[in-house]
């Protein structure tokens, strides 16, 4: 998928001030504890998604992740299809406090490639 200039400098800015978790180790993180947030749309959500994931869709992920994650020290490992969401989703988080807020790289995608 082809993104304007300004969107992915965005996504790459925001990719830059948080941490990436690689796909291989989602599984041991949320068996640790973490969270993994799918902050696609629901449409997308419905199709596939990491077992145990939350759902929060990224245009009321301000709104409503208190109510679902309300404590800040969570990890909360953010995902959409590839990293450009999930790490604009982090760097919001970040901002409102969620010291643990990280992206999976490659999203769902790399997750899936290693079943």
Not at 25 to 45: C, F, S, T, Y
Not at 47 to 53: F, P
Not at 82 to 110: E, H, P, Q, V, W
């Amino acid at each position: 998928m082809s993104y304007t200039e300004k969107f992915q400098n965005l996504a790459d800015a925001a990719r830059a001030r948080v941490e990436e978790v690689q796909p291989s180790e989602v599984d041991a993180l949320m068996a640790a504890g973490a969270i993994a947030l799918d902050i696609r749309d629901k449409e997308e959500h419905d199709v596939d998604h990491i077992a145990g994931s939350e759902h929060i869709s990224r245009g009321k992920l301000e709104m409503n992740v208190e109510g679902i994650i309300p404590d800040l020290d969570t990890t909360i490992l953010c995902y959409c299809n590839a990293y450009n969401r999930g790490a604009l989703s982090a760097a919001t988080l970040k901002d409102m406090g969620y010291k643990n807020a990280r992206f999976i790289a490659g999203g769902l995608l790399d997750y899936r490639k290693l079943s």
